[in-house]
C-alpha cells in the first residue's frame, strides 16, 4: 500500500498580520477575607505553643535575607517564568492605593506580593513547571492542603492550599495558593532551609489564575512589605538579599506556534498551540512574550533560514507599559526552503534571545520495500530531543526530510 501525501498552497511567501495584546492578571479584591486572616493566626497561635516553640534559645541566624520565593523547574525552557501584578497596599484608607514606589501597582487593602507565572500560566500549572521555595530558614508553623487549585475566578473562594513558615526572629513568611497535594511532605514543627521545596504554583482559594501570594509579618505580627522605598511605611529596610527593581523589563519566552496562541482559563480556551515542527503549507506563528515591558522599548526581530541567511526583520516599539504583554507575527514559510534548522531571534535590551524550529520538505510515505528513510531525531513539540515516551506527542525526523508526529498509547 502506498499513501502519498503532499501539500501545496499558492500564497505570498509572508503574510503581515501582528497580534498583540496585555495579560491582565486581575484581582480586585483581597485573596483572604478578614475572618479567614484571623483564623489562620489562631492556629498559629495554637501550633507555636502545642509545639512548644523558643525561638530566642535557639541560636541559629537571627538576620533575614529573603531569595526569590519561585523557582522553574529545569525542564521548562522559558527564558523566564513570571510577572508581578500587586504589591502590598501601603494606603489604608478605603479606596485608595499606594504601593512602596509610590505608584498604584496593587488593589485596595493587599497584603502581599502576587508572583504570577506567565506566558500560558495553566500550561506550567498542568506541567508542575514553577516550584514554590523557602525564602528564608525557619519552621514549618501551618500548612493548609487538599482545595480546589484551579480557580480563573475570585468568585470561585474556598479555602487556599497554603505553607507557612516562622524565621528564627519570630517573622512569618505565608505562601498562599498553592497545588493540593504538591506540598513539602515535612510536618508543623518540622524545619526548612532557605531554597527548599515547598509546594506547587496554582490558583486554590480566592484567586484569578496561578500565581503565589507571599505575606510577610514580623516578631509582633506586624505587616511587612520585603520591598523597600520611599512609600514603604510599614519598615524601612529591604528583607530581600538582593531586592530586584521596581520593573526589570524581560523576555519570557521566544517560542513559534502550529495555530494562533490562546490565553484562558481551564475549559476555556487556554491553547498554546506550541509547535516547532513545520512542513511546506504551515503557517507559522512567531511570537514573544514579555513581563515588565515600559512605553518606548523597542525591540529587533530577525528569522534566519536553515542556511543561516536572513530571511525576515522588522522592529517594534512598545508605546504603553504593561505587567505581562504578548506579540504574534503569522507567517507562511517559502515553499522552495530550505529545509533544516531555521532561528527566530531577537534582540531585546542589549540582549540576543534565539529559538529554533525544523522546516521539512513534504511528507512522502512510500511503500517500504521501494523507499528506505533513516530516523535522525525524535523531538517533543519545542524541538528538545527526546526518547520515546508513551502518552506524548513526537515528531519522528528522517533523513529525507521529512516528519512523522506520533502519538504512541499505553
Known amino acids: 500500500m502506498r499513501l502519498f501525501l503532499l501539500i501545496i498552497f499558492i500564497y505570498p511567501f509572508f503574510l503581515f498580520s501582528q497580534q498583540a495584546g496585555e495579560f491582565k492578571f486581575d484581582v480586585t479584591e483581597q485573596c483572604l477575607t478578614d475572618t479567614e486572616r484571623q483564623f489562620i493566626f489562631k492556629e498559629i497561635e495554637e501550633n507555636i505553643q502545642l509545639l ?61 506580593t502576587d508572583i504570577f507565572t506567565w506566558p500560558f500560566p495553566w500550561y506550567m500549572y498542568n506541567n508542575g513547571y514553577v516550584n514554590v521555595i523557602a525564602s ?18 475570585n468568585t470561585m473562594g474556598g ?11 519570630g517573622s512569618i513568611a505565608w505562601y498562599g495558593h498553592l497545588e493540593k497535594n504538591t506540598l513539602t511532605s515535612k510536618q508543623i514543627g518540622q524545619s526548612v532551609v532557605k531554597g527548599e521545596y515547598l509546594g506547587k504554583v496554582a490558583s486554590s482559594g480566592y484567586s484569578t489564575g ?66 516547532s515542527n513545520f512542513n511546506i503549507g504551515d503557517t507559522i506563528f512567531l511570537a514573544a512574550y514579555f513581563s515588565d515591558r515600559q512605553s518606548g522599548d523597542s525591540a529587533v526581530y530577525r528569522v534566519f533560514d536553515a542556511n543561516n541567511n536572513l530571511w525576515q526583520t522588522w522592529n517594534q516599539v512598545t508605546s504603553t507599559t504593561f505587567n505581562a504583554s504578548w506579540y504574534y507575527w ?11 534548522y531555521w532561528r527566530f531571534e531577537i534582540e531585546f535590551q542589549n540582549q540576543m534571545f534565539s529559538h529554533e524550529f525544523l522546516y521539512t520538505n513534504p ?42 508526529k506520533r502519538l504512541i498509547y499505553k
Not at 529573603?66 to 489604608?92: C, M, R
Not at 528564608?136 to 475566578?153: P, R
Not at 487556599?160 to 528564627?168: D, K, L, T
Not at 528583607?239 to 526589570?248: E, G, S
Open 363 to 404: 511528507l512522502f510515505i512510500e511503500d517500504k520495500q521501494n523507499s528506505r528513510r533513516d530516523l535522525l531525531l525524535i523531538t517533543d513539540i519545542l524541538g528538545r530531543k527526546s526518547p520515546i515516551v508513551r502518552n506524548k506527542l513526537l515528531f519522528y525526523i528522517y533523513n529525507d526530510g521529512s516528519v512523522e
Open 136 to 153: 528564608e530558614d525557619g519552621i514549618i508553623i501551618n500548612k493548609h492542603d487538599g482545595y480546589d487549585d484551579d480557580h480563573c475566578a
Open 159 to 169: 479555602t487556599w492550599n497554603a505553607v507557612y513558615v516562622q524565621h528564627y526572629d
Open 52 to 112: 512548644k516553640i523558643d525561638l530566642k534559645s535557639d541560636h541559629r541566624k537571627k538576620s533575614l535575607a529573603f531569595e526569590w520565593p519561585l523557582q522553574k523547574d529545569t525542564s521548562l525552557a522559558f527564558n523566564n517564568y513570571f510577572g508581578i501584578s500587586n504589591y502590598v497596599d501601603q494606603d489604608t484608607a478605603i479606596n485608595s492605593i499606594l504601593d512602596y514606589n509610590c505608584l498604584s501597582r496593587s488593589y485596595d487593602g493587599h497584603k502581599g
Open 330 to 340: 503569522k507567517r507562511l514559510l517559502p515553499q522552495n526552503g530550505p529545509f533544516g
Open 210 to 275: 496561578p500565581h503565589l501570594h507571599f505575606e510577610i509579618y514580623d516578631s509582633m505580627w506586624n505587616l511587612i512589605d520585603p520591598f523597600q522605598g520611599t512609600c514603604n511605611i510599614l519598615n524601612q529596610n529591604s528583607w530581600w538579599l538582593n531586592q530586584r527593581a521596581y520593573r526589570v523589563p524581560m523576555l519570557n519566552a521566544l517560542l513559534t506556534h502550529s495555530a494562533k496562541p490562546v490565553h484562558g482559563c481551564p475549559g476555556i480556551n487556554e491553547e498554546p498551540n506550541i509547535s
